[in-house]
């Protein structure tokens, strides 16, 4: 956000449904929260210029992609120098399986969540691209039983 933005009661319940749904109407998201469609609109303008609101997406079923799998990897690295964070990071930030991706205080140095196919898939992926790369120290990886919350 670059500008302090003061958010009252109207503009969070704005982002809660905009949260829950970015493809509702000026019409339906006034009426929700409680304003005339002019107003509204000034609000979410206001919340999107001061990047509170930085993007509107489509939340896709990972199935339908044949990722159906999602894998959450803890990462630690040998490396301790900015050039070798930055080709790790850059390395990673281009895979395709690689769906979120930080660097972490402490440790692990890294946590990545990686969609594919199965189990197949992952094994590929870690044998054929994290684990071989320079810098990976230790993975240590982490599959879901079961997703109880997400938030997209």
């Known amino acids: 956000m670059s500008n302090k933005v003061t958010l009252d009661a109207v503009d969070r319940d704005i982002l809660f449904h905009l949260g829950q749904d970015g493809r509702l109407t000026n019409v339906e998201l006034a009426k929700r929260v409680g304003l005339t469609p002019p107003p509204c609109l000034r609000r979410v303008k206001r919340l999107e210029e001061a990047g509170v609101i930085t993007g509107y997406r489509a939340v896709i079923n990972p199935q339908a992609l044949g990722r159906a799998l999602e ?16 080709e790790f990071e850059d390395t990673v930030s281009a895979f395709e399986e690689v769906t979120e991706f930080r660097r972490m205080y402490g440790r692990p140095d890294y946590f990545i969540r990686v969609a594919v196919a199965d189990h197949a898939a992952y094994e590929n992926f870690i044998t054929d691209k994290l684990s071989s790369l320079p810098a990976v120290l230790r993975l240590e990886s982490h599959l879901t039983m079961k997703e109880i919350k997400t938030i997209p």
């Open 71 to 86: 894998v959450l990897v803890n990462v630690e690295i040998y490396a301790q120098d900015r050039k070798s964070f930055q």
